[in-house]
C-alpha cells in the first residue's frame, strides 16, 4: 500500500493492491485499529509517504480524515454508520473490475465526511481509468 500526503493541498492519494484495499475496507468498517503500509516509498517530490494508517470510532461524527506528516499517519474517525459507508466505497474500489479512482471529500451536506476532512483519492488495484 502506498499513502501519500501533500501537505501544500492537504490531498491524501492512496494505491493499494485487492487484498490491501479490502484489508482497509474491513479495518474503517470495525472502526478501531491500525494497519502498517509495510512496502510505502519514501518521500516523493514533496508528498510525505505515510506509514500507518488509524481508525477510531467517534460517536455522533461524520468521517474525518486527517494526516500527521511528522509521525508519517493517516487517521480516520467517524461514527460506525459513516465509517462503513467510508469501507463500503473502499471496498467498491478494490471489487472493481477496471481501473479508475475515487475521490473522497467534503461539499457542504455531505452525507457522511465532515467539514474539515482531507481529501482523499483512492486509486484503483487496476490503475488507470475505467474502459468503456
Known amino acids: 500500500m502506498r499513502i501519500l500526503f501533500f ?3 492537504g490531498e491524501v492519494d492512496l494505491l493499494a ?4 484495499l479490502t484489508g482497509l475496507a474491513f479495518l474503517v468498517a470495525s472502526g478501531t485499529g491500525t494497519t502498517i503500509s509495510e512496502d510505502a516509498p519514501g518521500d516523493i517530490q514533496g508528498q510525505v509517504a505515510l506509514h500507518h494508517v488509524r481508525v477510531r470510532v467517534a460517536n455522533g461524527e461524520a468521517v474525518m480524515i486527517t494526516a500527521d506528516a511528522s509521525g ?3 487517521t480516520i474517525t467517524g461514527d460506525l454508520r459513516s465509517l462503513n ?16 479512482h475515487l475521490h473522497i471529500e467534503h461539499y457542504p451536506d455531505h452525507p457522511y465526511i465532515g467539514e474539515g476532512s482531507l481529501p482523499l483519492v483512492v486509486n484503483s488495484p ?3 481509468m475505467p474502459v468503456r
Open 7 to 9: 501537505p501544500p493541498t
Open 17 to 20: 493492491d485487492h487484498t490491501e
Open 72 to 74: 508519517r499517519s493517516l
Open 85 to 100: 459507508i467510508l469501507a463500503d466505497n473502499l471496498h467498491q474500489m478494490a471489487e472493481a473490475a477496471d481501473g479508475g
Open 126 to 128: 487496476h490503475g488507470g
